[in-house]
Protein backbone atom coordinates (compact mmCIF):
# COMPACT_ATOMS: atom_id res chain seq x y z
CA UNK A 1 0.00 0.00 0.00
CA UNK A 2 1.49 3.43 -0.52
CA UNK A 3 1.53 6.00 1.64
CA UNK A 4 2.40 9.57 1.53
CA UNK A 5 2.77 11.27 4.75
CA UNK A 6 3.29 15.44 5.39
CA UNK A 7 4.83 16.94 8.24
CA UNK A 8 6.48 20.15 9.30
CA UNK A 9 3.39 22.48 8.53
CA UNK A 10 1.84 24.77 11.44
CA UNK A 11 1.61 28.68 12.18
CA UNK A 12 4.34 31.31 11.35
CA UNK A 13 4.42 35.35 11.11
CA UNK A 14 4.77 36.67 7.65
CA UNK A 15 8.55 36.50 6.74
CA UNK A 16 9.27 33.52 8.59
CA UNK A 17 10.54 30.03 7.42
CA UNK A 18 9.03 26.28 7.63
CA UNK A 19 10.55 23.24 6.10
CA UNK A 20 7.83 20.43 5.01
CA UNK A 21 8.57 16.66 4.71
CA UNK A 22 7.20 14.41 2.59
CA UNK A 23 7.78 10.44 4.03
CA UNK A 24 7.01 7.88 0.99
CA UNK A 25 6.54 4.21 1.41
CA UNK A 26 5.20 1.43 -0.38
CA UNK A 27 6.51 3.02 -3.67
CA UNK A 28 9.50 1.45 -5.34
CA UNK A 29 11.67 2.53 -8.48
CA UNK A 30 11.78 5.82 -10.30
CA UNK A 31 8.94 8.23 -9.61
CA UNK A 32 7.94 12.36 -10.10
CA UNK A 33 7.51 13.88 -6.94
CA UNK A 34 5.70 17.65 -6.13
CA UNK A 35 3.92 19.62 -3.54
CA UNK A 36 0.71 21.17 -4.69
CA UNK A 37 -1.35 23.43 -2.62
CA UNK A 38 -4.80 24.98 -1.80
CA UNK A 39 -6.07 27.72 -0.01
CA UNK A 40 -9.15 28.35 1.49
CA UNK A 41 -11.78 28.94 -1.51
CA UNK A 42 -9.38 27.86 -4.14
CA UNK A 43 -8.41 25.72 -6.41
CA UNK A 44 -5.49 23.04 -5.75
CA UNK A 45 -2.15 24.31 -7.42
CA UNK A 46 1.22 23.52 -8.14
CA UNK A 47 3.90 24.77 -5.62
CA UNK A 48 7.17 22.69 -7.37
CA UNK A 49 8.21 19.50 -8.80
CA UNK A 50 11.59 17.28 -8.60
CA UNK A 51 10.39 14.58 -11.23
CA UNK A 52 13.79 13.31 -10.40
CA UNK A 53 17.10 14.56 -8.08
CA UNK A 54 18.64 17.95 -9.50
CA UNK A 55 15.66 18.79 -11.71
CA UNK A 56 13.01 21.06 -10.56
CA UNK A 57 10.13 23.55 -11.58
CA UNK A 58 8.62 26.59 -8.88
CA UNK A 59 5.66 28.44 -9.42
CA UNK A 60 5.82 32.10 -10.06
CA UNK A 61 4.58 33.21 -6.71
CA UNK A 62 7.02 31.01 -4.91
CA UNK A 63 10.50 31.23 -6.97
CA UNK A 64 13.16 32.60 -5.28
CA UNK A 65 11.55 31.77 -1.51
CA UNK A 66 10.72 27.79 -1.85
CA UNK A 67 13.56 24.62 -2.21
CA UNK A 68 12.13 21.39 -2.97
CA UNK A 69 13.79 18.66 -2.57
CA UNK A 70 14.28 15.26 -2.30
CA UNK A 71 16.36 12.43 -1.00
CA UNK A 72 15.81 8.98 -2.45
CA UNK A 73 17.97 6.87 -0.46
CA UNK A 74 15.10 7.89 3.07
CA UNK A 75 12.56 8.07 0.57
CA UNK A 76 11.34 11.70 1.28
CA UNK A 77 11.29 14.72 -0.30
CA UNK A 78 10.77 18.34 1.32
CA UNK A 79 9.50 22.05 0.77
CA UNK A 80 11.96 24.29 2.16
CA UNK A 81 9.93 28.32 2.42
CA UNK A 82 11.58 31.14 3.32
CA UNK A 83 9.85 34.65 4.07
CA UNK A 84 6.64 33.59 4.02
CA UNK A 85 3.69 35.81 2.91
CA UNK A 86 0.03 35.48 4.12
CA UNK A 87 -0.76 34.24 0.34
CA UNK A 88 1.38 31.59 1.44
CA UNK A 89 -1.16 30.40 4.16
CA UNK A 90 -2.52 27.07 2.67
CA UNK A 91 -3.09 23.34 3.15
CA UNK A 92 0.04 21.71 1.27
CA UNK A 93 -0.22 18.65 -0.25
CA UNK A 94 2.54 15.75 -1.49
CA UNK A 95 2.25 14.00 -4.87
CA UNK A 96 4.05 11.52 -6.16
CA UNK A 97 3.48 9.98 -10.00
CA UNK A 98 4.56 7.74 -12.47
CA UNK A 99 2.61 7.24 -15.72
CA UNK A 100 -0.92 8.34 -15.22
CA UNK A 101 -0.53 6.81 -11.41
CA UNK A 102 -0.64 9.28 -8.98
CA UNK A 103 -0.83 9.53 -4.98
CA UNK A 104 -1.42 12.02 -2.77
CA UNK A 105 -0.72 12.51 0.64
CA UNK A 106 -3.15 14.14 3.46
CA UNK A 107 -2.10 17.20 3.68
CA UNK A 108 -0.73 19.71 6.33
CA UNK A 109 -1.68 22.90 6.86
CA UNK A 110 0.37 26.12 6.76
CA UNK A 111 -0.79 29.04 8.40
CA UNK A 112 1.37 32.97 7.76
CA UNK A 113 -0.53 35.22 9.74
CA UNK A 114 1.30 38.14 12.72
Known amino acids: QVQLVESGGGWVQPGGSLKLSCVVSGLSGIYAMGWYRQAPGKQRELVATIPSPGTTAYADSVKDRFIISRDNSVNTMYLQMNDLEPEDTAVYYC?????????WGQGTRVTVSS
Open 95 to 103: KSWRGTTIY
